[in-house]
């Protein structure tokens, strides 16, 4: 037996479990691994509360979870890509990773270097690929200005950095207690709120070519607003603009490959990129690790311990 999240009905943070359940068994193809660390996502949370049951149904009782990092356990027939021990990065489609064992495909893993913490090898699919899908999105290029919604948040902080790696000049809108580290990571930043059109036009200087959106909201609006066409806009989240203006939704489908996860985890190895984890709770607190995610204001990743 093994502890996992559960939960039989759609709602709030309330239907969240942690339950006895069957050890998995990998089948072919599949590794069994330990989780050392499963981070915790907004997406997640919108399809517990059935806000995308239409696009992504769900049986009940369902688990929770795609990002984890851990110990391969035990091999399913015929796997050779990993060995019983590998420290791995990886993620599972099964909404299953906050648990204690998950099966995962070995087309879904890549090997963690020594340099990434539990923490951030765990927090670092979701957000990682989506951000690596949203920058190639706009199609930046060296003296490009890029203005991000959301800079200092889970996807956020890993968008403005691999966007100044890009070469672009970025504008980042956050609030003002991450002003500081958006600076030091060669981002400008800008603070949300009333008058926030006449502050980014000021901070850019100039033109703004392209818009990364990873909070909501207006921003989809403002982005047209400064002058940016539709197809260097591009969103995370307000998929209801995609048809509305014509603008972009690329995110985490387009950027999940072993390949996309093994390139940033060795940035962040190498000290090129880095991943904030915010905060770490054990499993046995998954609904106040969501309650935190809530609030909408964390600089960087909320993750789950096992």
């Not at 090898?121 to 899908?133: N, Q, R, S």
């Not at 000021?202 to 207006?218: H, R």
């Not at 806009?233 to 093994?262: D, M, P, R």
């Amino acid at each position: 037996m093994s502890k996992a999240v559960r939960y039989n009905e759609f709602g709030g943070i309330d239907v969240l479990e942690v339950v006895e359940v069957d050890r998995p068994v990998p089948g072919p193809g599949e590794a069994l691994v330990q989780v050392k660390a499963a981070g915790v996502n907004p997406g997640e949370a919108a399809i517990r509360t059935g806000a995308f049951a239409q696009v992504w149904p769900s049986t009940f009782p369902s688990g929770q979870g795609s990002d984890l990092a851990g110990v391969v356990t035990e091999l399913g027939d015929g796997v050779t890509e990993v060995s019983v021990g590998d420290e791995v990065i990886g993620w599972t489609d099964d909404r299953a990773s906050q648990a204690e064992y998950v099966v995962v495909p070995v087309t879904h893993l890549t090997p963690k270097p020594a340099e990434v913490t539990w923490e951030q090898a765990g927090a670092l699919f979701v957000a990682g690929a989506t951000a690596y899908a949203a920058v190639r999105a706009v199609a930046l290029s060296t003296g490009d200005t890029v203005v991000v919604s959301g800079a200092a948040g889970g996807v956020g902080s890993l968008v403005v950095q691999l966007a100044v790696a890009a070469g672009a000049k970025v504008i980042g809108i956050a609030g003002p207690s991450n002003s500081d580290w958006l600076s030091a990571h060669g981002v400008t930043p800008v603070e949300y709120g009333e008058g926030l059109a006449a502050r980014v036009r000021e901070a850019a200087g100039g033109k703004v070519d392209a818009f990364i959106d990873t909070f909501g909201a207006d921003y989809v609006e403002l982005a047209l607003e400064l002058g940016v066409a539709p197809e260097r806009v591009n969103t995370i989240i307000n998929f209801a603009a995609v048809e509305k203006y014509g603008i972009k939704a690329e995110g985490n489908a387009q950027g999940a490959s072993a390949a996309v996860l093994a390139e940033l985890a060795a940035k962040i190895a190498a000290g090129e990129l880095e991943l904030v984890v915010a905060r770490k709770y054990p499993l046995s607190q998954v609904r106040e690790a969501y309650r935190d995610l809530e609030q909408r204001h964390t600089r960087g990743k909320i993750v789950l311990i096992p």
